[in-house]
């Protein structure tokens, strides 16, 4: 006889992920880098407002990136803009490693990366208007339709991230995939704390490096969507 997989009545429901944890091969100079550089540079996830001046050491504007791969575009971001600070959120070991490698090849003193679930992170660590600008670049499409539930770009999420904006910060997207970038331009335009800085989709700003997930997209003849929304004052 199967078994009933649902939750007993009464019982917590998991939540739903945007992601799926995969294992994966670390090189030697991921691995290398977890253990020289992560006690300095990952920081440790707890349900607890950050000190963002306390972390860096500094006051400065704070970024966050949610989900950023291997981290090539993240450091990028970070050597560009050596006045800002960023956070990086991501829970792929190997991406982490990555990472980690450019910070201690490229000495990228602006940089600190959670390995915790991004939504978990806004809500619990970063306080409400203390970003100026978020990140969220190609994440992962959830082409089937059963699946859709599984985007990240939700109603609840997009008021989240508003929340934790400063006034004048943005929200920056990027997809390959269209269906995706248009229930992304929905969302975001329904919700009443963010404004478009573009009539629809944003030409790419020449200061987003092209991703890997971009490149592959191009390959494969997709288009590229970005959307920028700030904050209302």
Known sequence: MSQDPSPPAGAPRRPIR??????????????????????????????????????????????????????????????????????????????????????????????????????????EMVPPASLAGVHLWFPDPWHKKRHHKRRIVQPDFVALVASRLAPGGYFHCATDWQPYAEQMLEVLSACPALVNTAAGYAPRPAWRPQTKFERRGLQLGHGVWDLVFSRAS
Do not use: W
Request: contains cysteine.
């Open 18 to 123: 945007s992601y799926v944890l995969r294992g994966g091969r670390l090189g030697t100079g991921q691995q290398r880098a977890l253990v020289e550089l992560g006690p300095r540079f990952v920081l440790p996830y707890a349900a607890a407002p950050l000190d963002f001046e306390a972390v860096f050491g500094r006051r400065a504007p704070v970024l966050l990136e949610i989900g950023f791969g291997m981290g090539d575009a993240t450091a990028q971001v970070a050597a560009a803009t050596p006045e800002r600070d960023l956070v990086g959120c991501e829970v792929h070991e190997a991406g982490i490693g990555a990472l980690l490698k450019h910070i201690g090849e490229q000495g990228l003193a602006n940089l600190r990366i959670l390995r915790h679930d991004a939504v978990e992170v806004l809500r």
